[in-house]
């Protein structure tokens, strides 16, 4: 595998599932993050993990819970969504540099996600 | 913070003519510069970017864009489109020194190609 997978592509789930979306990136970088792409909409960004510590959580409800075991890995967990949590969700990773700041961020091809 | 303006959220043109999609950004620092694409239901690919030196910054599908330091502009061009080109194009622009690399989208512009 190369550059950022995520898995599944597609999910359906009920208000009252509980399912997590995977984000792997094989690029070495030190950052990743978790963005919501809604129609209509500009894209949100929802979560930021720099070398496995969240650093930036921008208001997203609790029913969203993030985890990064390690740098390769991160982890969206979903509980008790709704209807208008349905989105694209993608992964990005990037290599920080500190304050030297950071160059692009690569996507991952995202999950469909359909709460019915 | 930065902020990013696409100006047109869509634009229609005919294969093989010129298109140019707009992008204006504002920030109290200096900016690297990003124009990523998107195709029906996949991820954001890098189409190019600016970090320094040359303001005219070629990339990938044959797309240029040159950066305005003046106009705070950063409008993304191709001399002659192609039906393969239609897809969403997201502009976003990143705080040098900011750390994480933060990165603030614009709402970004279909561009659709007709035959």
């Known amino acids: 595998e190369t550059g950022v997978t995520q898995t599944p592509r597609h999910l359906v789930m009920g208000m009252t599932n509980k399912k997590s979306l995977k984000c792997e990136q094989h690029l070495g970088h030190n950052a990743m993050y978790w963005y919501k792409q809604s129609a209509k909409k500009p894209l949100e960004l929802m979560f930021v993990?720099?070398?496995?510590?969240?650093?930036e959580n921008n208001s997203v409800p609790s029913r969203f819970s993030p985890e990064c075991p390690n740098s390769s890995h991160l982890f969206l967990h979903l509980h008790t969504l709704q209807p208008e949590d349905s989105a694209l969700y993608l992964c990005a990773s990037s290599q920080d540099y500190g304050t030297s700041g950071s160059y692009e961020q690569f996507f991952g091809p995202g999950t469909r996600l359909t709460v019915l | 913070a930065q902020s990013v303006t696409q100006l047109d959220s869509q634009v229609p043109v005919f294969e093989e003519a010129p298109v140019e999609l707009r992008c204006n950004y504002s920030s109290s620092v200096s900016v690297y510069l990003f124009w990523y694409v998107q195709y029906p239901n996949q991820g954001l690919q890098l189409l190019l970017k600016y970090l320094s030196g040359s303001t005219l910054v070629k990339g990938i599908n044959g797309f240029e864009a040159e950066f305005n330091k003046s106009q705070t502009s950063f409008h993304l061009r191709k001399p002659s489109v192609h039906i393969s080109d239609t897809a969403e194009y997201f502009c976003a622009v990143s705080g040098r020194g900011s750390t994480l690399g933060r990165l603030y989208f614009g709402r970004g512009t279909q561009l659709t190609v007709w035959p």
């Open positions: 993990y720099s070398l496995e510590e969240r650093v």
